[in-house]
């Protein structure tokens, strides 16, 4: 059975500063998605890295994927107060049906 | 298009009540997925359809739980008899072949909020 695991769960930092959210999944997959959730809220797709070796940026968030190590990594630099939310990575668990599979979430707080 | 619509955004039931909610995907996305979320969780995957077809339900979805989408358009989620436990967020999100092959996600709704008191 398909798992995904984030770390930390929870995560505090000043504003300004840098720090990464890493994801890890239990078995091969095609694809990796980054969800931004606000309280609340539904979610927003943030990115989707499709083959070994991608890397994404948008604005202040860069997301990376290593199939080999099952690892996808979120790195946040000079972090804002608008940042703070949840952030959940998933992963296809299978082919055909597209079903995700997500992680438990990383709850984020930048503080001012 | 204004995306994947649900209806109601809340709702509050007795135990033992049924409750239906509903989900309107982007008009040109022919999969539909449904997802519970409880409090401090990642969703968790309930069903998904194909057109009408319901290709695949969770062990999530007990016998209480059913999905519709007749005609391929808009589905609903029906919980019947309900339980405390039921209390959480249930989403919908919509795609397609061709949303995969470009490289997008799903697109979720913004999800109904059901308590069970």
């Known amino acids: 059975e398909l798992k995904v695991e984030q770390n930390p769960l929870f995560l505090s930092m000043q504003e300004g500063k840098n720090y990464t959210i890493y994801c890890n999944y239990s078995?091969?997959?095609?694809?990796l998605y980054w969800y931004r959730q606000d309280p609340g809220k539904s979610l927003e797709s943030l990115f989707v890295l499709l083959s070994n070796g991608a890397v994404k940026q948008e604005g202040r968030l860069m997301a990376s994927l290593d199939t080999k190590a099952r690892l996808s990594t979120l790195h946040i630099t000079a972090a804002v107060h608008d940042l703070s939310a949840t952030y959940f990575c998933?992963?296809?668990?299978?082919?055909?049906?597209?079903?995700?599979?997500f992680g438990t979430g990383t709850r984020l707080k930048v503080l001012a | 298009d204004t995306g994947v619509s649900q209806d109601p955004r809340h709702k509050i039931t007795k135990r033992g009540q049924n409750v239906t909610f509903r989900c309107d995907p982007i008009?040109?996305?022919?999969?539909l997925y449904w997802y519970r979320q409880t409090l401090g969780q990642g969703p968790e995957f309930l069903t998904y359809?194909?057109?009408?077809?319901?290709?695949?339900k969770s062990r999530l979805l007990s016998d209480r739980f059913s999905a519709e989408r007749p005609k391929g358009s808009f589905s609903t989620l029906e919980i019947q008899r309900t339980e405390q436990g039921d209390s959480a967020m249930y989403l919908c999100a919509s795609s397609s072949p061709w949303v995969v092959q470009g490289g997008y996600g799903y697109t979720f709704g913004s999800g109904t909020r059901l308590t069970v008191v």
């Open positions: 008009s040109e996305h022919n999969r």
């Open positions: 359809f194909q057109n009408e077809a319901q290709l695949e």
């Open positions: 078995t091969t997959s095609d694809r």
């Open positions: 998933a992963v296809d668990a299978t082919s055909g049906t597209y079903k995700y599979i």
